[in-house]
Structures are given as C-alpha cells and as structure tokens.
C-alpha cells in the first residue's frame, strides 16, 4: 500500500498542472478584401527618399495595384476564475496564392502570427485595481495620439509590402493598470514600442523604444452626459550606433525623447449632437542630423515644441428618421516645421513638427496613406444614411492644407501602401501661395447581409493641391470592396 501511495504521488508531481478553467469564449473574423489601386505615386518619377538614389530594386511609387488580401483573426478568451482571465489571438494576412512571391526581401506566406496574448487580474491587492500583462491592444479618445497599434499608414507583417495601410496588427506587448474609481478612470500603461536585440542580447537598449502613458478619465453627472480626459504619453528611444568616415563605430547617447501632454473633452448640449474637441502639445528633445568628419561624430538635439488641436461634430438630423440621416464634420491641426530638414551643425533649434506618435485617424482615406500626420489643416464634412434597410452609404468631402510651405528646408516626402517605411519625395511648388495638399472625396456603401456577414464598398478619389508641381499632380483613385464575417 506505501509503494502504491508513493507511486500515486510521483505521478502527480510528475503531471502538468493546469488552471480550472470555467467558462472558454472563441471568436474571430475573416476578412476579404479586393484592392484597387491607381496613381498613388502621383505621377512621382523621382527615385529619391529624401537621403539620395534608391536602389533599382526600390519602387518609386504605386502606380497600379490589383490585389485581393484575406485577414484572419481568431481569438480564444478564458476565464480561469472570478478575476482572473487569459486573452490569445492568432492572425494571418496575406495576399492570395502569393506565399512563394518575394518583393525587396519581403516574403508572402501563410504563417500565423501571434496577435494578442494577455493576463488580466481584476482586484489585484486592491478592489478597484485590474492589471493586464502580455500583448494588447493601446488606444485613447479618438486616436489622435494614441490610437490602436502604431502610425496607421505604416505598418508590419505580410502586408507591409502590400497594403500596410489596411493591417489588422494592432497590438503591442506591455502592461496596463486601470483604477476605476467610478465615475473617475485612471489607466496607466507602458509598452515596447521597438526592441531590436543585438548579437542575441535582449538587455542591449540600441534601437530600443519604451512608450509609457497615463490616461484620466472622468464622466460628469450633467445632463450632457459630458466627458473629460487629460493624459500624457511618452516615448523614450535608446541609443543609435553611427560611423563617421573613416572612423569606428561610435554610439551616441542623444536618443529621441518625446512628451505628450493633452486635454479632450465630449459632450452632447442638444439631442443627436456630440462635440468633441482635444488639445496636445509635444515636449522633449528631437535628435539633428550628424556632422560628418573623418574624426569624428556629432550630435545636437533641438527642443521640440509642436502642438495639435482637433474640433469634431456630428448631428443625427431629427427628419426622415427611417432613413437615420446624419451630418459630421471635422478639424485637425497639426504644427508644421519650416526648417525640419535644417537641424544640421553644431547649432540647436526648436523642432517644431508634429510627431504623428501612435495615431490611427483618417483610416481608409487616400491622403492617410499617402501623407504623415504632421504639418497639415484637415477639414472634412461628411454625411450618412440609411437608404434601404441593413444599407449604410456616406460621403466624405476632405481639404488638406499645409501648415508650413515646402522648400528645400521642409522637403514633402510621402509614404506608398506597399513600400515599407520607404519614401517618395515628388516636386512641390514653394512659396507662401502654394499650401494646398489636395481634397479627396469617399464614398462608402455597406451591406449587412446577415448578423454576422456584411459586405462593404468604397471609393475615392485624391485629387492634388497648388502645393505640387504639375508634373505631381495625377489623381489618385482606389475602389475596396470585401466581405466579412464574425463568429
């Protein structure tokens, strides 16, 4: 009976334990989409990203683009206890029977990747407490500063190359602590934003980026239903490595470091009508470009003092309640630097330019894609309906004007869906006269077939502004069209 008992023992010292789980949720999405691109170069023939002649392997620009893309998500939700829970997401983007296909050492394949991956623990030592550790989702207010998952026209993984402003890769691996003091919420969080390992250590700082965040939210008791939010961001980067010519390797200890301190407020004074309105400002140091001698390097760093401000609306229309008409219409501001290419020598100067951070506002937009958030006027009036029942269609009027006008000391350089973190630099006309971007129009169209499956259309046109030259001045169109499901 002993040697039974103690065999009994060994076996389940020798087991793998697993948590109680009571309840398991499974969810996902599919989502396929046909992508029609055209002139998103806008007529560029400049092989040029702002720091010399690209490589012939580098496309200048998109100039046309047919693709059909499928996104897969699937998420696995468990709840192991009263307040403990775990979060897993799996996701796939690829483009269709492309997995042998290589662009610019880029490889399209059907790999899964891991999307989410987090523990959260409510009345962690302290009821009002809730900790989340692992891989999540980051976004505040409208996503002005901090939206879901990186600047939204650039992105990673197997669209990168594709369609990277359509990516579903929205999370990053951190830690949030939330105290809900009702009617009071205060979130506090902080994630790696970019860790590069070097030679296998993943204790070097090179390359490194930590973003880390405190978030207020307070809900008023008025009949407006008014909400109040102040916070402040920060992104820390570590060290960069530079060589000098005819000189070793040296590191420099000047990493960017950038606050973001702001204020947003929501409320609804009358029936069907919201307003919103935020207010940010960027502090901290911006690295200068190097002095290059053949001795050695330096590097200044210029105090960054750039501002954003937003204004936003939208109005259910009391008539023709069937159809569910609405109006919306907003306006962005984000500061501009006259002299962002100048920072050179030993001297310093104010930096001035709206770092677009994590932003995720205009998605699905042409001049999202094309242009960063930074030195620009938005305005955008918009309107939506209910034609038929389960049909939603809206259109889109949007005007974009620079801040700063370009010059060989603010040169325009814009992104391309399907080239990476790659540039174009077409020809802009300088002078006061000439700010205008461009105006782009949208039309949206969505059908939701079933509770689960819906289809979508949307079209738009980009048309330039005084601010390019003629010869950059090709309209830039694209048509989605894409079905998607949920369980």
Not at 6 to 29: E, T
Not at 51 to 58: E, F, I, K, M, N
Not at 274 to 281: D, I, K, M, P, S
Not at 406 to 428: E, F, K, M, V
């Amino acid at each position: 009976m002993k040697k039974i008992l103690v065999a009994a023992i060994a076996v389940l010292m020798a087991s793998p334990a697993f948590a109680a789980i009571q309840n398991v949720k499974v969810s996902g999405d599919i989502t396929s989409t046909f992508v029609d691109r055209n002139n998103f170069d806008l007529g560029d023939t400049n092989a040029t990203n702002g720091q010399g002649t690209l490589p012939s392997a580098v496309p200048v620009g998109l100039k046309q683009q047919n693709v059909f893309i499928t996104q897969t998500r699937l998420r696995v939700d468990a709840d192991l206890s009263d307040n403990v829970s775990t979060t897993v997401g799996l996701i796939n983007e690829r483009a269709w029977n492309a997995e042998t296909s290589s662009n610019s050492g880029y490889t399209n394949d059907t790999n899964v990747q891991l999307y989410l991956a987090s523990i959260t623990m409510r009345e962690l030592l302290y009821s009002p407490l809730t900790v989340t550790v692992g891989r999540q989702i980051f976004n505040y207010g409208n996503g002005l500063i901090m939206g879901d998952g990186g600047v939204n026209n650039q992105g990673t993984g197997n669209l990168q190359f594709i369609a990277q402003d359509l990516t579903m890769r929205t999370a990053y691996d951190g830690v949030k602590a939330i105290l809900d003091y009702k009617p009071l919420t205060i979130d506090m969080f902080y994630f790696k934003n970019n860790q590069t390992l070097v030679n296998g250590n993943p204790n070097s700082d090179e390359t490194s980026s930590d973003v880390y965040g405190i978030n207020a939210n307070y809900q008023l008791s008025d009949p407006w239903t008014t909400v109040l939010e102040g916070y402040v961001f920060s992104r820390i980067d570590g060290h960069t490595n530079y060589t000098a010519q005819g000189s070793p390797t040296v590191q420099l200890d000047k990493g960017d470091t950038l606050f973001v301190p702001g204020l947003r407020a929501s409320t609804n004074p009358i029936k069907g009508l919201n307003v919103q309105g935020e207010l940010a400002w960027q502090l901290g140091n911006h690295p200068v470009q190097l002095v290059n001698t053949s001795a050695n390097a330096i590097q200044n760093s210029e105090r960054r003092g750039a501002m954003a401000a937003q204004l936003l609306g939208s109005y259910s229309l009391p008539v023709l309640e069937k159809y569910k008409p609405s109006v919306n219409a907003s306006y962005t501001y984000v500061s501009g630097d006259p002299n962002s290419a100048n920072g050179t020598g030993t001297h310093t100067e104010r930096y001035t330019a709206w770092d677009p951070f994590n932003e995720s506002q205009g998605s699905g937009t042409i001049y999202n894609t094309l242009f960063p958030l930074s030195n620009m006027n938005i305005v955008s009036i918009g309107a939506s309906a209910n034609p038929l029942e389960d049909v939603t269609t809206s259109f889109t009027w949007s005007g974009l004007w620079a801040v700063d006008h370009y010059s060989a000391t603010n040169p325009l350089a814009l992104y391309q869906p399907d080239g990476g973190t790659t540039q174009i630099t077409p020809t802009t006309n300088n002078g006061h006269k000439n700010t205008g971007l461009g105006n782009e129009y949208d039309l949206n169209l969505s059908y939701a077939y079933t509770e689960d499956v819906t289809f979508g259309v949307s079209v738009g046109w980009y048309v330039p502004g005084n601010a390019l030259a003629s010869v950059n001045r090709n309209t830039a169109s694209q048509a989605l069209a894409n079905v998607a499901v949920k369980f």
